[in-house]
């Protein structure tokens, strides 16, 4: 079983950037497909980006790729969420997930994913 853990959350000005992290215990991350997500209060959880085990495939919402982006380091078992041109509107819970998936495996529906952190918050102020 692999434990999740975010980090890199906090206060930003609009226009900062943050760099979130997931840190995974128990296994390597070389096996599970992965993925951000965020829910702000009131609203429903969006798929921010994904990744593929192997790192060769991802995904990043639409509305986010010019300002987000994903990426992993296997060797330190970790996974990136790269943000910038931070908006009051990305006020939001963050969350890791992963789950068990083929080397090219790319999952973008969150109700694919069976391991997620606790979530690290992320406040923009205006």
């Known amino acids: 079983q692999v434990q999740l853990v975010e980090s890199g959350g906090g206060l930003v000005q609009t226009g900062g950037s943050l760099r979130l992290s997931c840190t995974a215990s128990?296994?390597?991350?070389?096996?599970?497909?992965m993925g951000w997500f965020r829910q702000a209060p009131g609203k429903e959880r969006q798929t921010l980006a994904a990744?593929?085990?192997?790192?060769?495939?991802?995904f990043v919402n639409f509305s986010l790729k010019d300002r987000f982006s994903i990426s992993k380091d296997d060797i330190e078992n970790t996974m990136y969420l790269q943000m910038k041109n931070l908006e009051p509107e990305d006020t939001a819970l963050y969350y890791c997930?992963?789950?068990?998936?083929?080397?090219?495996?790319?999952?973008?529906?969150?109700?694919?994913?069976?391991?997620w952190g606790k979530g690290s918050r992320v406040t923009v102020a205006s």
């Open positions: 997930a992963a789950v068990r998936a083929t080397p090219k495996g790319l999952l973008t529906d969150s109700a694919r994913y069976d391991h």
């Open positions: 128990g296994e390597s991350i070389s096996n599970y497909a």
């Open positions: 990744i593929s085990p192997s790192g060769s495939a991802t």
